[in-house]
């Protein structure tokens, strides 16, 4: 709501910004009007009042910048992990929800007749089993082999001995090694 | 570019420590005003560092044209403008102004002194106290911030015409409850300081 104009003119005299003229009016106003008078006395009392108060300062708590920086630093941490939490949790929505949806929509739409029939898919097909008859192939030439070295005593006989002499051998070698260090530091 | 601004262009390429220059120097000033609108150091506080944390988080908001004095004050006083309102709907049925501030005695008077000081601000603070939110911010900015009308109208984003008028109505109600009995007495007591 605005002020009428003797309200204007105590607020501004109040605050020292009359100009010439509306000072010499608003004097003649006071000297005129008794309740102005009065209202502008209450006034300038409070006026007085606020500006000795306004002189007082409050003194700050101890350390009130290094509270408020931890604050700023706690802020800036959370900060820098939030994009990367939200970004780990919505990457594993997107896979939780496409690994539902993925087989689910295969199937409802019968899609996985042409995807069987596509010519990539044979192709991994083809290599897939053989892959699978290579990996069996392998596993039975090593079957075959540890039955034959545990059952022939000439075999059994053949590889403890090229064990024992291939530890003999590493061991050499060692010692060999530790002696020239000795050297070397002597 | 001026040293806030120099600080706040700091802060926005990357160095949050700079902020600390700001809070240095502006603390006490939002310190005070918290206080003068709250009324209660641990709630001044309080408000202070909340008050500086937004300033932080909205800082890419300045407006370099804009004091950073003004713009810090005016979210200070906003904030204590909202606390204000949110306490009073929770202590509708306290009536009691609250205790002075222990920092308000200083220790350059003696006691006697101290006392009727101490006395007279508290009886300013609860007279402050029982300005409507809005008034009481008006009339902190203009007498402890020297602050014009605009800047005033400014910070509690209003215009300058509204800002007339809250400052002329509370200096009234202020004048009437100074002149009331206990308003009296006050005056008295500081005749006498």
Redesign the interface.
């Known amino acids: 709501m605005a002020l009428n104009q003797t309200d204007d003119l105590i607020n501004r005299a109040l605050d020292n910004l009359l100009s010439d003229d509306d000072d010499e009016f608003f004097k003649a106003l006071l000297s005129d009007d008794t309740k102005v008078a009065g209202t502008w006395d209450g006034l300038q009392q409070v006026d007085a009042m606020l500006k000795r108060e306004a002189q007082t300062e409050i003194p700050l708590p101890i350390d009130f910048t290094v509270s408020v920086m931890e604050r700023v630093h706690d802020h800036e941490a959370r900060r820098r992990w939030y994009p990367l939490v939200v970004g780990v949790l919505t990457l594993l929505s997107v896979i939780a929800a496409l690994n539902i949806a993925f087989p689910v929509t295969i199937f409802a739409l019968d899609l996985y007749q042409p995807l069987l029939d596509s010519p990539i898919m044979t192709a991994i097909q083809y290599l897939a089993s053989e892959l699978i008859e290579f990996v069996q192939i392998g596993r039975f030439m090593l079957a075959d082999w540890f039955n034959y070295v545990l059952t022939t005593p000439e075999a059994l006989a053949t590889v403890v001995l090229a064990l024992v002499v291939a530890s003999i051998w590493i061991g050499l070698l060692e010692v060999k090694k530790l002696t020239a260090g000795a050297l070397q530091t002597a | 570019m001026n040293e806030d601004q120099e600080l706040v262009a700091r802060v926005l390429e990357g160095d949050?420590?700079s902020?600390?220059g700001l809070?240095?120097r502006y603390?006490?000033a939002v310190?005070?005003l918290a206080?003068r609108m709250l009324n209660e150091?641990r709630a001044a506080?309080d408000a202070?560092?909340e008050a500086?944390?937004r300033a932080?988080?909205h800082l890419s908001r300045y407006d370099m044209n804009r004091s950073f004095k003004t713009w810090l004050l005016s979210i200070t006083s906003n904030y204590c403008i909202d606390r204000l309102r949110k306490r009073r709907l929770t202590w509708l049925s306290i009536d009691e102004p609250l205790a002075p501030?222990p920092?308000?005695v200083?220790s350059e008077v003696g006691p006697e002194q101290a006392a009727v000081r101490s006395e007279?601000?508290a009886a300013?603070q609860s007279l402050l106290d029982e300005l409507a939110p809005d008034y009481r911010a008006a009339?902190v900015l203009?007498?402890?911030y020297d602050m014009s009308?605009a800047d005033i109208a400014e910070a509690l984003d209003t215009t300058e015409?509204a800002i007339?008028?809250r400052?002329?109505r509370a200096?009234?109600q202020?004048?009437?409850k100074?002149?009331s009995k206990s308003g009296h007495e006050m005056?008295l007591a500081?005749e006498r300081a």
Do not use: C, G
């Open positions: 949050p420590d902020f600390a809070v240095e603390q006490s310190y005070n206080y150091s506080e202070t560092q500086f944390m932080y988080q501030h920092s308000l200083s007279k601000q300013i009339v203009r007498y402890w009308y015409s007339k008028s400052l002329f200096r009234q202020l004048a009437e100074a002149q005056v500081m």
